[in-house]
């Protein structure tokens, strides 16, 4: 089994900072991205970042230059630094892995439990 966890949303005034974290745990032989999602009321998920084993990031256009993500390999674990944050960011947001379990040999997508961030005054 793979397990994910998330934290770090919570509510935070226009400008503002939060930073996200999700840790894998479980089974895990390979793991080839992770990423960010998020889910406003009545839109579709979106993809906010993406970091791939290579290091490489992609980023949604509507956060380039004020979201930051990142990972700590040894610990599977992937970060999200939202600076300048708007009411718009409001949404919730899920970590994606995609990676392979030990004993198999096609990566799979595995999903956070989500996280609520608020973006008010």
């Known amino acids: 089994q793979v397990h994910l966890v998330e934290s770090g949303g919570g509510l935070v005034q226009p400008g503002g900072s939060l930073r996200l974290s999700c840790a894998a745990s479980g089974s895990i032989f390979k793991i080839y991205a992770m990423g960010w999602y998020r889910q406003a009321p009545g839109k579709q998920r979106e993809l906010v970042a993406i970091i791939f084993s290579s290091r490489s990031t992609n ?63």
């Open 59 to 121: 980023y949604a256009d509507s956060v380039k230059g004020r979201f930051t993500i990142s990972a700590d390999n040894a610990k599977n674990t992937v970060y999200l630094q939202m600076n300048s944050l708007k009411p718009e960011d409001t949404a919730v947001y899920y970590c994606n892995f995609f990676l392979i379990k030990v004993g198999l040999t096609t990566p799979e997508d595995y999903w956070g439990q989500g996280t609520q961030v608020t973006v008010s005054s």
